[in-house]
């Protein structure tokens, strides 16, 4: 009986201030024109610009698609894969959030392997031929998409948010340079920087983790415990960008091999049917799914307890588990994160799609992966809990 783990990685993984000038020499590396899939807002910001010329010192072409300005759709897949086809590109660069990134992993495969997007979810068809070399470069600390070989794309017939797991869909390259994270807004930080806690978090209590993911997953919430209110509170804070890109980049490595759990398996839902952005969903099932789970997950929890408060080190896992629920939730109220009524979904359109989110959650199999494995009837509770849910409720920290 085979008794072994797998850790995937992107070849090649730049981090650090001033890595943003190394794309024109990577992309050299991989094709001759390249298209770069990004948004309006990252070409305001002058960044497409950017990457257009040190493309062009290098000698490499360049096409932009910019039409992303949502969580990512079957929609954005297909025009920027009409786009690269038109233009003869053979390489890819992905330059913004998670969406711009998940975009380009399913154009960098559709490009070489035939068929829909969706034709991919669950595996039921395997990208057989080597994806188009995707260079992925994040503007956010919190997706971590750029290390993984995970995408989710919304299908916009069924208002399903399809999340598609397979080895062609991990980018070649990440260049991760905390100086494209300092525009970003507070809200943002917030959502962005919860949502890399959680990969972490997930990471780490999943039934599939292993000694490499732990270790990612552990570091990985050391930095963003100890640096997402640094950042919060000081937009022009380096040093504390540059170790909670460190730790969303550890994160996604760590999720990556041993998966996410019930949090995201609930999330995908929400933002499918209520456009609630994927960090800020995650945020507000994250204290709510942890209480839940606690049960079972007592001697994880406690660890991440003890990062919270250093102090508890002496104590028993179970106070440190508590301690780490309740710190998440005192976090998410720092951070004002909404729970889903303060977010403006309407109570009875929520109440109507429950059993379907419930459903869907099931059928993307990340609840199957949680110390406590839930049934249907379980996630809805847990989502009419989350949907008025208080981060106030219960804290007695301090």
């Not at 000038?21 to 950017?50: C, H, N």
């Not at 204290?287 to 003890?306: F, M, T, W």
Request: with cysteine; aromatic share 6%; net charge negative.
């Amino acid at each position: 009986m085979e008794n072994f783990s797998v850790f995937q990685s992107p070849h090649i993984i730049n981090y650090g201030r001033g890595s943003f000038e190394t794309i024109g020499k990577e992309t050299s590396k991989k094709g001759k024109k390249a298209l770069i899939i990004s948004d309006r807002v990252m070409d305001k910001l002058d960044y497409v610009s950017q990457c257009k010329n040190s493309l062009s010192k290098e000698g490499v072409e360049s096409a932009v698609y910019l039409g992303i300005e949502s969580e990512p759709t079957d929609v954005y897949v297909s025009e920027a894969l009409e786009i690269l086809q038109q233009e003869k590109c053979d390489v890819i660069i992905s330059l913004g959030g998670g969406s711009c990134i998940d975009t380009a992993k399913s154009v960098s495969v559709l490009a070489t392997n035939d068929g829909y997007i969706g034709d991919y979810m669950g595996g039921r068809k395997i990208a057989k031929k080597k994806a188009i070399p995707h260079i992925a470069i994040p503007t956010t600390a919190g997706t971590g998409s750029e290390a993984t070989d995970a995408t989710v794309i919304t299908n916009t017939t069924n208002d399903v948010k399809m999340m598609i797991k397979q080895p062609a869909f991990l980018p070649e390259v990440a260049i991760v340079d905390p100086q494209l994270t300092m525009s970003a807004p507070k809200k943002v930080i917030a959502a962005t920087g919860v949502d890399a806690l959680s990969h972490a978090i997930e990471a780490y209590i999943s039934k599939r983790s292993h000694p490499m993911t732990d270790m990612m997953a552990l570091s990985a919430m050391n930095l963003i415990v100890n640096n997402i209110t640094k950042s919060y509170d000081s937009t022009d804070n380096i040093d504390a960008k540059e170790k909670m890109i460190l730790g969303s980049l550890q994160a996604g490595l760590a999720f990556s091999n041993a998966s996410v759990c019930l949090v995201h398996g609930m999330s995908r839902p929400i933002g499918a049917l209520f456009h609630v952005p994927h960090g800020f969903s995650n945020a507000m099932l994250l204290p709510a799914v942890l209480e839940y789970s606690k049960d079972s997950a007592v001697q994880r929890l406690a660890e991440l307890g003890r990062i919270f408060s250093p102090e508890m080190k002496n104590e028993s896992d179970e106070d440190a588990a508590d301690i780490a629920v309740n710190s998440v939730k005192e976090l998410c109220l720092r951070l004002e994160i909404p729970n889903l009524q303060d977010w403006g979904i309407d109570k009875e359109e929520f109440e109507n799609a429950v059993s379907k989110m419930a459903k869907d959650a099931l059928d993307s199999g990340s609840p199957g992966n949680n110390p406590k494995v839930p049934s249907h009837k379980d996630i809805e509770d847990l989502y009419h809990d989350c949907f008025d849910y208080s981060f106030a409720s219960g804290i007695k920290l301090k």
